[in-house]
């Protein structure tokens, strides 16, 4: 397999193990979890769930931008000539990657101190914060791969 093609398939499925899994969390699992399970069963699921995810997230953190800029630098030699949809990918990676770096590395640890210490009120209001932030950068997840996959500009 040629290089680039190795490279995009790479690039392809972690955008849609990223943004696929932020749907399904939002659109599907958070409804049904709200609907089927008490506090306490809900942030125990969540807390593993987002173990579980965030592993898979982290691994298209690091896929995505290897994978485009490499791709980047073959396709189009350099940043300076890449096409605006490239240019706009790469800055709401950023975006991206800010936001997922708030919820892991502070929101996750807050709600399983509250989960491990069964504090039920305190695990709820992290678990909403993480909520919001997840349905922003699953936003924004939708506008890169509607902007890339149309190359709009
Ligand atoms: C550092 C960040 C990124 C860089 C440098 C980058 C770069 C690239 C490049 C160079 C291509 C190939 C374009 C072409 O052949 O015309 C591409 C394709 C693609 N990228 Fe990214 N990308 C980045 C992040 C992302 C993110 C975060 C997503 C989605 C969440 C994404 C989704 C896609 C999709 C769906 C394609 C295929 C669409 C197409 O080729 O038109 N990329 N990317």
Known sequence: MPTFTLLYVLHLLAALAWVGGMFF??????????AVLQPPERLRLWLDVFLRFFAW?????????ISGLAMMHLRFSGFDAAPGY????LGLYLAMLALFLRVSL???PQL???V???DWPTGGVVLGRIRRLVGINLSIGLVVMAIAGTRLF
């Open 57 to 65: 997230v982290w691994a298209a953190v690091l896929v995505l931008p």
């Open 106 to 108: 502070l929101q996750l």
């Open 25 to 34: 969390a939002w659109m599907i699992l958070r409804p049904a979890a709200v």
């Open 116 to 118: 491990e210490a069964q």
């Open 86 to 89: 490239v240019h706009a990918m």
């Open 112 to 114: 399983r101190k509250a």
